[in-house]
């Protein structure tokens, strides 16, 4: 349950940061720059362990879940590729929203090592990566996207 209230929760979070701006986004300049360098640099040093420690990453995939191997792999890659993408005009919009998917997608792996100590390194509890999580998708999809124009403005 706690899975689907999660996931729920972030997929409403990409929902809400669209729906306010009904299609209508402005750039806040240097400063989406700023956002755009400061989500990038976990999803570089994450794809990177993703490809050179994929066994410690092995580790916080559930169970349930078949190939770990190539899920880590698979993922590692979309994140690299996701941050590359955010500095290609072209494709940071494209790019931003993948990446908000990729990390909707790869919670499960958060809440199955939630309050463990993974390789040294304690992980929060779900409500606190839940939070964290979401704040993370918002400066993801403002650092592709820009601020949503809301309606009033």
């Known amino acids: 349950m706690i899975y689907l209230l999660s996931l729920g929760a972030l997929a409403a979070v990409i929902a809400v940061f669209f729906g306010l701006a009904r299609g209508r986004f402005r750039s806040f300049g240097i400063m989406q720059g700023g956002v755009r360098?400061?989500?990038?640099?976990?999803?570089?040093?994450?794809?990177?362990?993703?490809?050179?420690?994929?066994?410690?990453?092995?580790?916080?995939?559930?169970?349930?879940?078949?190939?770990?191997?190539?899920?880590?792999?698979?993922?590692?890659?979309?994140?690299?590729?996701?941050?590359?993408?955010?500095?290609?005009?072209?494709?940071?919009?494209?790019?931003?929203?993948?990446?908000?998917?990729?990390?909707?997608?790869?919670?499960?792996?958060?809440?199955?090592?939630?309050?463990?100590?993974?390789?040294g390194m304690y992980m929060p509890t779900v409500t606190v990566r839940l939070l964290m999580q979401m704040i993370y998708i918002v400066l993801v999809l403002a650092a592709g996207w820009g601020r949503p124009i809301l309606r009033h403005q």
């Open 37 to 119: 360098v400061l989500v990038v640099l976990p999803l570089l040093v994450s794809g990177v362990a993703h490809l050179i420690m994929p066994v410690a990453m092995e580790q916080i995939i559930p169970p349930i879940f078949p190939v770990k191997r190539l899920l880590v792999i698979l993922s590692g890659v979309a994140e690299l590729a996701g941050a590359a993408g955010l500095f290609v005009p072209r494709t940071k919009r494209v790019a931003s929203l993948c990446l908000a998917l990729l990390m909707t997608a790869i919670f499960p792996a958060n809440i199955y090592v939630a309050g463990q100590t993974v390789h």
